[in-house]
């Protein structure tokens, strides 16, 4: 039997000028539609919004300055059984650090904010880690990949495990939101005996299709309701409409203004009440550079694959009994009475500012939460 193989090298993110060039034409190029007047955002992401983000994208946003900031903490390329996962690597300098596994979803999370905090934090604010922040199969420099199946949550998971052991970590913890919110609890499941803690923000908790809320608290109850009327809205759609990632990627993969719309939409939907506009949630660069990250790497239909490849939705997965704490931000619509079915959960909060992306929303709050889990393990 043939053994498996790892192989890791150092990676430098270096887009071609040529691709520059491309995109800023494209973007130029963009035919706009008509758009009907006074309807906001209930036909989708509004053709006016869009243009002032397009016009942008073109004309001011700086992608040498982002990849420079890209480039400034190590990077590297893993060929695990032949699948490429990208990952940044960055070590304290603190003796006592543990490692740290921040595990993002769709279409991205960017961690950027929090890995000077967590690698090197001020004196008494708590302990530093060793950050480990893959982009997942599929996703962006890991991607595209080439074989049905390298892109389910499942597979990203066995990576994920065999990526902490091939850079010798015995012991680690794991956090993780939206697909995270999956892959870092199965990490648990699959590597318990290596695993120290999982870290959920907004966990996806899907009940059983008879479920009704009784026996629930209030909170939760309000939650399974809004979560029905999710699924009844168009806003959903656009889950049903991933599983079906090539139809998308044959589109988007071509106009990089009908990728930005596409995603826009969806982050109108999951950022936090208390912004109306995603570049109000998201800091407009920070948005466009995992955009342009998309676009560059080609991998916006790729990246969509988990939703037709993934098992894991809906499915009763089994507690592994390692300690889980929970992040929930406004808006979010995770059950408790689902989460702790699943989870040995040994603290949940409820936080007031921030959404869905939190490393993007409220990087501090997401931050004081993991330092405060992590001190609770003792």
Do not use: C, K
């Not at 931050?367 to 889990?373: A, G, M, S, V």
Request: hydrophobic fraction near 40%; charge should be negative.
């Amino acid at each position: 039997m043939t053994e498996p193989t790892t192989r890791i090298t150092p990676f430098r993110i270096e887009v071609p000028r040529s691709d520059l060039d491309d995109l800023r034409a494209r973007l130029r190029a963009t035919r706009w539609p008509v758009e009907l007047d006074g309807v906001g955002w209930d036909y989708g992401t509004p053709t006016r919004y869009l243009r002032q983000l397009v016009e942008y994208w073109a004309e001011g946003y700086d992608w040498r300055a982002a990849e420079a900031e890209l480039n400034a903490h190590p990077q590297f390329l893993a060929e695990i059984d032949s699948t490429r996962l990208h990952f940044r690597h960055v070590r304290s300098a603190d003796p006592q650090a543990v490692p740290l596994l921040l595990i993002h979803g769709w279409p991205f999370a960017d961690f950027g904010r929090l890995i000077q905090p967590l690698t090197a934090p001020p004196s008494g604010a708590g302990p530093a880690f060793h950050l480990i922040i893959p982009s997942l199969p599929g996703f962006g420099f890991s991607g595209p990949h080439r074989r049905p199946g390298d892109g389910s949550i499942e597979r990203a998971t066995e990576l994920l495990a065999r990526l902490m052991a091939e850079l010798g970590y015995d012991r680690y913890l794991a956090q993780g939101g939206d697909a995270g919110s999956f892959i870092a609890p199965g990490l648990g499941r699959i590597d318990t005996d290596h695993v120290l803690g999982v870290h959920v923000n907004d966990p996806i908790t899907i009940p059983g299709w008879d479920e009704d809320g009784s026996g629930w608290d209030e909170r939760d109850r309000e939650r399974l309701a809004r979560l029905q009327r999710w699924g009844e809205e168009s806003t959903s759609a656009y889950a049903g409409i991933h599983a079906r990632p090539q139809t998308l990627a044959n589109g988007l993969n071509d106009s990089p203004a009908g990728l930005l719309s596409w995603i826009v939409d969806v982050l109108h939907t999951y950022i936090g009440p208390d912004h109306e506009l995603p570049d109000q949630a998201i800091d407009r660069d920070q948005l466009l550079t995992n955009a342009s990250i998309l676009w560059f790497t080609g991998t916006i239909g790729s990246s969509m694959a988990l939703y037709h490849e993934s098992r894991v939705w809906g499915a009763e997965l089994p507690n592994s009994g390692v300690p889980t704490g929970v992040a929930v931000f406004p808006g979010g619509t995770s059950i408790r009475a689902v989460a702790e079915r699943q989870n040995t959960i040994v603290r949940w909060s409820e936080l007031d500012r921030g959404g869905h992306f939190a490393s993007m929303e409220a990087p501090d709050l997401l931050i004081r939460d993991l330092r405060e889990f992590v001190a609770g393990l003792g």
